[in-house]
C-alpha cells in the first residue's frame, strides 16, 4: 500500500514539474516587460494553456529567424502541433512582420549616405531569400 502511495506521489511531482507557471511568467513579463524577457516566457504568453515545458523548449530551439519564415502546414509538422496553436504563432509572427513594415514616409528623403539606402529600403528586404539589384533614381 505505502509503495502504491509513494508511486503516485512520485507521479504528482514529475506533472508538477511538466506543467509552466503560468502565474510566474506573467509576473516576469509585467515586472521586467517583454524587452527583457526571454523566448521561453514569450511563447508561454503566446501559446497560454497550449503551452508546455517540451514544446516552448522545442520551438525556442528552431530560433526565430525559420520560424518566422514557416507556413502552418510546416509548423505543424517541424514542432509536431495542432493547428490552433499553429495559427496563432503564424500569427504573431504575421504582426511581427506587419510592425516592421511600418517604415518612415519614403517621400521627399535625401540620400547622402548608404545608410539613408539602408533606412528606406531594410524592411522590404529584410527577409528575402536571394540577393536583389535596385535603383535609385
Known sequence: MKIKQM???????????????????????????????????LLVGILGSDASPQLCSKISNIGLRDLFDMQIEELIKVICIDESTAIKLYSVFGIAKKIQSLAPDKENNIIKSPEDVSKLIMEEIRYLKKEVFGCFY
Open 7 to 41: 508511486e503516485l506521489f512520485q507521479e504528482h511531482i514529475q506533472k508538477k514539474d511538466s506543467l509552466i507557471n503560468m502565474d510566474r511568467v506573467k509576473e516576469n513579463l509585467a515586472y521586467y516587460g517583454n524587452d527583457n524577457a526571454d523566448l521561453f516566457d
